[in-house]
């Protein structure tokens, strides 16, 4: 079946960065889109960017530009997100997600950014 | 604060129904489809419904959506104690150029 599974969770100190991953399965890995979205505490969604797997493109959302990067290995049909010049407020749990539209999740990785 | 805006909560007894509204603008409900999301606690979200009125594989009819103008919504029939979750509306925004999402709605079933 169709399944996305994603890294553990995270502690890091404000100022330093971040590269979850989100392994895929039961699919063709290059004919989706991958796209990220996080959640905040007691906040709601909030969408980080997509990538195309096949081409390596991506699309990042304003607030995230120049401080995301997805990133894919086709070889091991893994995408990944990594986030740098972490603060308080980028704790949240991060989803990837197949589309579109958005048909299958990860289960989420919490990424705590504590001094 | 949320691009698309929707209810915090609403409620309802098993067996009735609730209707859950989104509500956007010209620049992303009313030129663009519409998903909803049911957000369960340690699991992994759920797509209900998608090109604003088709269920996703595996809903059941008691799940369906519209959309007209600038708002969505979501309406649950017969609810069931398994549907008390998170519900979240979903569209892409041209003058944003990102993704947007309303702030979610916590339905309870009494």
């Known amino acids: 079946q169709v399944q996305l599974v994603q890294s553990g969770a995270e502690m890091k100190k404000p100022g330093a960065s971040v590269k979850v991953s989100c392994k895929a399965s039961?699919?063709?890995?290059?004919?989706?889109?991958v796209h990220w979205v996080r959640q905040a505490p007691g906040q709601g969604l909030e969408w980080v960017g997509w990538?195309?797997?096949?081409?390596?493109?991506?699309n990042y959302g304003q607030k995230f530009e120049g401080r995301v990067t997805m990133t894919r290995d086709t070889s091991i049909t893994t995408a990944y997100m990594e986030l740098t010049g972490l603060t308080y407020d980028d704790t949240a749990v991060y989803f990837c997600?197949?589309?579109?539209?958005?048909?299958?999740w990860g289960r989420g990785t919490l990424v705590t950014v504590s001094s | 604060q949320s691009v698309l805006t929707q209810p915090p909560s609403v409620s309802a007894a098993p067996g009735q129904k609730v209707t859950i509204s989104c509500s956007g603008s010209s620049s992303n409900i009313a030129i663009h489809y519409v998903s909803w999301y049911q957000l369960v606690p340690g699991t992994a979200p759920k797509l209900l419904i998608y090109d604003n009125v088709k269920r996703a594989s595996g809903i059941p009819d008691r799940f369906s959506g519209s959309q007209s103008g600038t708002s969505a919504t979501l309406d649950i029939t017969g609810l069931q104690t398994g549907d008390e979750a998170d519900y979240y509306c979903g569209a892409w925004d041209s003058s944003l150029s990102d993704e947007v999402f309303g702030g979610g709605t916590k339905l309870t079933v009494l």
């Open positions: 990538m195309d797997p096949k081409s390596g493109d991506t």
């Open positions: 039961g699919y063709t890995f290059t004919a989706y889109f």
């Open positions: 997600a197949r589309s579109s539209p958005l048909d299958c």
